[in-house]
């Protein structure tokens, strides 16, 4: 047995040709050779290798092949688990090479020390001797396949191949110049399979190719992946080599920053980031704005103070740590109190506190239950606002309140990105933050006039604001990162409804409030405005008093309106000229009469407006909704001669004109039940006028109004003065449902009507109105426009005869 040679010291030039003088290449393979087995690598032809022996068989078998014509059988022997390594000829392979012993020199350690050359391929076919070596018959294993273009196009491309891998694999250059020397082609393959480190059996197994091509292929296979897994691994070690490099560079760097420093005297810790130290170790942050803030501060320390990127990096930290991500406020969930708070607040409005009753109810009993988006809709001055900040009282919440009327910028509810200068959150966080808790009742005031321009959507950013589903992970722009708004109870006020966007009003819960009567506007005042106007202007009820029918003149003649705004500033004009009297030593009380209103706020400024009118054929009474409240609209009929045109004025809008050409139809396709001369409409034109002609008006619900002023122009019947109407009319005299049926009849109350015509599917919400409403009003409730003249049109006296 020998051991490993050392692979480096090949020398393949001495294979040619010995120091004696014999080329062994050529030396024909004898019959039988002495066989030197080797254990751990493989020996290939063109090779040469000092070899170290230190078996006594093996020595002996090297004296008498000295001693012979020089040459053995060198065969490895295969991989097993023999751990003696002692040479069985059934674990030898049968294919090895035939070698040539150049030189002998004995060491002083008692080894031979053998310089070998692999001449040719052989193949042992039987052991002839065992003993005191081994023996075999062998033949010459010879390489098959001729030597071509194909061939040498092989043989280049193994050298280049092998050219990239010594430079990418820092081998020593000299294997360039030798694999560039070689000439014969499995030689060339040969030397580069012992290059590359194989496993021993796949060496033995390519030793093995007896098609020339074939071994080439396979080598250059071999020679491929080879490379792959070189370039590979240099990746790998120059991204380690990177990452040490930059940790390095990085604390180098740190180092000439923290000796810079000392020289500036600046070593000494920055009482700020001492300060947002503290706050971060004392504030409740979530796991995420934890994160955040930790990952700021790291960086503020690395920003000089003087630079203006820490002015940024600070006042963001502060947003952080003064947000209130997990405080809250307790909700104080007794219903019996609840409902004594709202009752004082408020006069009326049942219907908005049975629904907040309702959700105190249900939020005690699921405390976990998402926080529901109202909408109070209803004319101005009716409470909405005050109705909110009432709740939040009721609940024990804080109250915010955001006017949204005019906002046209995305920014206001998101806030701005930090890149911008001056960045900020939203209105939302900035609220927030100013409460201090993340459960106030937010009041987002005039929803319905949010605007839109180049700069964004609101009401879309909205949208995620007002959904309990998404609100609960609202990204403000400035943060970056999630807050949590399904704690907060979110409360949005409007005029008119459908100016809010589909999608928004889709999440929210409208409920509608109408304009007051005079009995809760008499009450509102004598609960509410009064006391506060006295305690505005510094009086007292010993200096001043009003009595109820003071404050009802001042509603009827003072005000027009469907809240109480207009009635609150009558009471102040009132207040200050008391307090004038009081000033000046002229009165010490002052008892308010309806006849003493007139010396503080002057002449009477509104009439019932059926006064205003010269009564007569073809003027009728009808009834409109507005924004701000219900209103009296007095349909005008004239005919002049003409050829039977119609004119349509007071800035009228297409469903109106609609309106009108359908009642002026009605009226011609039944001339006969209305004994109606038919010439009279060839021979007239006519003209149909709603006063007031600078505000615009639209909608089906003047239809009624419009086919009684027509038939009472045509038919001589003035309309009754105490009656009013409202509905919409088809061509076939079907009287149809309209809306806002409790402002109209509050309209015409305050106008001192005493008989409303409806459509008889309107009278449901006749039904829902409060007793106090509906006293002293006659409602009538018609199917068809035929019960309407029987109603409103004076019977015509019959002639004498």
Known sequence: MTDKPDKMKKTPDFVKKSSSGVNPVQLPVPEVLSVLPIYGFV????????????????????????????????????????????????????????????????????????????????????????????????????????????????VLNLQNQFRKLTDLSNLPSELQMTISSIKEPSHVAYFIISQLNLP?????????????????????????????????????????????????????????LKAIRKELGEDQENPDLAELKTKLKEADLDEEAQKTAVKELARLERISPSSPEYTVSRTYLDWLLELPWKVSTKDTLDINNAQKTLDQDHYGLEVIKKRIIEFLAVRKLKNDMHGPILCFSGPPGVGKTS?????????????????????????????????????????????????????????????????????GDPSSALLEVLDPEQNFT???????????????????TANFIDNIPGPLRDRMEIIELSGYTEHEKVMIAKRHLVPKQLEAHALTRDNLRFTDSAIRHIIRYYTREAGVRGIERKLAGVCRGVAKDIVSGKKKLVTITPEEVANFLGLQQFFPETKARSWGPGLATGLAWTPVGGVLLFIEAAKMTGRGGLSLTGKLGDVMKESAAAALTYIRSHTAELEINDKLF?????????????????????????????????????????????????????????????????????????????????????????????????????????????????????KKK
């Open 387 to 455: 109705l909110g900040q009432s709740i939040a009282r009721t609940m024990n919440r804080k109250f915010v309140r955001i006017s949204l009327g005019g906002v046209r910028d995305e920014a206001e509810i998101r806030g701005h990105r930090r890149t911008y200068i001056g960045a900020l959150p939203g209105r939302i966080i900035q609220s927030l933050r100013k409460t201090g808790s993340n459960n106030p009742l937010f009041m987002l005031d005039e929803i319905d006039k949010l605007g839109m321009d180049f700069r």
């Open 474 to 492: 609202f990204a403000d722009h400035y943060l970056e990162i999630p807050f949590d708004l399904s704690k907060v109870m979110f409360i949005t």
């Open 200 to 256: 021993i059996d796949e060496e033995q197994r390519l030793l093995e190719f007896v098609n020339l091509k074939e071994l080439l292929q396979a080598t250059s296979r071999e020679l491929s992946r080879r490379l792959e897994t070189v370039e590979m691994s240099n990746a790998i070690q120059k991204n380690v080599k990177d990452d040490m490099d930059g940790k390095q560079k990085e604390f180098y760097l740190r180092q000439q």
């Open 682 to 798: 060839a021979e007239n034109d006519l003209h149909i006028h709603v006063p007031e002609g600078a505000i615009p008006k639209d909608g089906p619900s003047a239809g009624v109004s419009i086919v009684v002023a027509l038939a009472s122009l045509l038919t001589g019947r003035p309309v009754r003065k105490n009656i009013a109407m409202t509905g919409e009319i088809t061509l076939r005299g079907d009287v149809l449902p309209v809306g806002g049926i409790k402002e109209k009849v509050l309209a015409a109350i305050r106008s001192g009507i005493k008989e409303v015509i409806l459509p008889s599917l309107n009278e449901k919400d006749v039904v829902e109105m409060p007793d106090k409403v509906k006293k002293g009003i006659q409602f009538h409730f018609v199917h068809d426009i035929q019960t309407a003249f029987d109603l409103a049109l004076i019977k015509q006296r019959s």
């Open 43 to 154: 020996f290939f032809p063109g090779m040469g290798f000092p070899l170290q022996v230190t078996n006594p068989q093996s020595k002996q078998m090297i004296d008498q092949a000295l001693l012979g014509d020089k040459l053995v059988a060198i065969v490895s022997q295969q991989q097993t688990e023999n751990a003696d390594k002692k040479t069985i000829p059934g674990e030898l392979h049968s294919v090895g090479i035939m070698g040539y012993i150049h030189k002998m020199v004995k060491a002083q350690e008692g080894f031979y020390q053998v310089l070998v050359s692999a001449v040719k391929r052989i193949r042992v076919t039987d052991f002839i001797q065992k003993k005191p070596f081994y023996k075999a018959k062998v033949t010459e294993y010879p390489m098959q396949g001729d030597i071509d273009q194909e061939v040498d196009a092989f």
